[in-house]
């Protein structure tokens, strides 16, 4: 199996266990972008998307919303913690927005938010981030932007597939259900014990 068919698979093993929960995301999902409109981000932004973000992007960009520009309802739920999936459009929108919030920290003392970094998932300020900088990589690592960043630096993942991956067992053990009656994730008093999970949470 080629790596591409492999980032596939992964991303649809994820929509199968939101089918499996009943959770409103897999209804809401927005079509991928194709390869032109890809090129043309990477060509206004100055960006160069890893293979693997091409891949994910690809195959949805995101959810559609029920109230518009905003994450207020379940449709935009990963599932596992309290990740709200972005479109490549809301993505960059944030990543414009935390290069404008953190221009004039200095270096020294506060952290940047750098130009080659872009979000993938978010909550209430909190994001999962890959790079995407020249030249183009088959991977990005995933780091944790926190609402205090004092330290987006450690890799929370090898890869966002990998990530992924950690995500769907999450909710194929039954970690995260998703109670239909009240649109509602529910997950641990306490984070999973693994290791991997718990630095993605």
Do not use: C
Request: net charge negative; glycine share 8%; charged share 25%.
């Amino acid at each position: 199996m080629s790596d591409e068919e492999n980032g596939v698979v992964v991303f649809e093993q994820l929509r199968h266990e939101w089918m499996n929960h009943r959770a409103p995301v897999a209804d809401h999902l927005r079509p991928g972008l194709d390869d032109s409109e890809l090129d043309a981000v990477e060509a206004s932004t100055g960006l160069v998307l890893p293979s693997e973000m091409r891949r994910w992007w690809g195959w949805h960009d995101g959810v559609q919303r029920r109230v518009p520009g905003t994450a207020l309802g379940p449709e935009s739920r990963l599932g596992a913690g309290g990740w709200d999936l972005l479109s490549l459009s809301e993505a960059l929108a944030h990543r414009a927005s935390l290069i404008e919030l953190t221009a004039e920290f200095v270096e020294d003392d506060e952290v940047r938010w750098l130009p080659e970094w872009l979000p993938v998932v978010g909550y209430d300020s909190n994001y999962l981030f890959i790079t995407a900088g020249a030249p183009r990589a088959p991977h990005s690592s995933v780091r944790l932007w926190a609402r205090t960043p004092d330290d987006p630096y450690t890799v929370r993942a090898p890869s966002w597939i990998a990530a992924v991956a950690v995500f769907t067992e999450l909710l194929r053990g039954g970690e995260y259900t998703f109670d239909p009656s009240s649109e509602r994730w529910n997950g641990p008093e306490r984070l999973p014990a693994d290791p991997n999970a718990r630095k993605l949470l």
